[in-house]
């Protein structure tokens, strides 16, 4: 399954696909960072806060479901776990698969909305009042370009690869 369509949103189009437009080209910026690397140069921290290129996935995967999932939808959903912490079992085949999964759950949350407008079923996050759905897909946006822009780094410091 492709993680994102990467052509720019027709001028024409409304704010809604707009903004999932350049939500779907981060993401799949992101997933293509992890792809062809060797699985345990993928798994080590690049920096001395322990960062991994899987461990932003593994979060990335947590922000989708914790903000439109659940905060969203109100879907009872557990999210294990925020942080960037690989488990020994987790392979980097299994985190880039739970990220397609939890994009395409998002992406069925956001289709399935008619208003930008509509306030959460839940507050989620560091507040707990319920945010718009604009508000979330501007938040998803500004959160996976900034982990983008550290997965450009901890690929570059890996093998020496640049550009998506």
């Known amino acids: 399954m492709e993680i994102a369509d990467t052509r720019p949103p027709a001028l024409d189009t409304d704010e809604k696909a707009v903004l999932l437009s350049f939500l779907n080209y981060l993401r799949g910026t992101v ?3 992890a792809e062809g690397v ?3 140069l993928a ?3 690049g920096v001395p806060s ?3 290129l899987l461990g932003l996935i593994k979060h990335l995967t947590a922000a989708e479901l914790n903000w439109f999932v659940r905060g969203y939808a109100g879907a009872d959903i557990e999210i294990a776990d925020l942080s960037m912490r690989l488990d020994e ?3 980097g085949v299994g985190v880039l698969a739970a990220y397609r999964e939890a994009i395409a759950r998002a992406n069925e949350v956001i289709d399935g909305a008619d208003e930008l407008s509509s306030l959460a079923a839940r507050g ?3 507040t707990p009042q319920p945010h718009t759905l604009r508000w979330i897909l501007v938040h998803m946006i500004e959160e996976t ?3 983008a822009g550290h997965a450009d780094i901890l690929r ?3 093998d020496g690869a640049v550009g998506r």
């Open 31 to 33: 997933a293509a960072k």
């Open 38 to 40: 060797d699985e345990q």
């Open 43 to 45: 798994r080590t921290p």
């Open 50 to 52: 322990g960062t991994s």
């Open 89 to 91: 079992d987790e392979s």
């Open 124 to 126: 989620t996050g560091r």
């Open 145 to 147: 370009a900034r982990h």
């Open 156 to 158: 570059e410091q890996m």
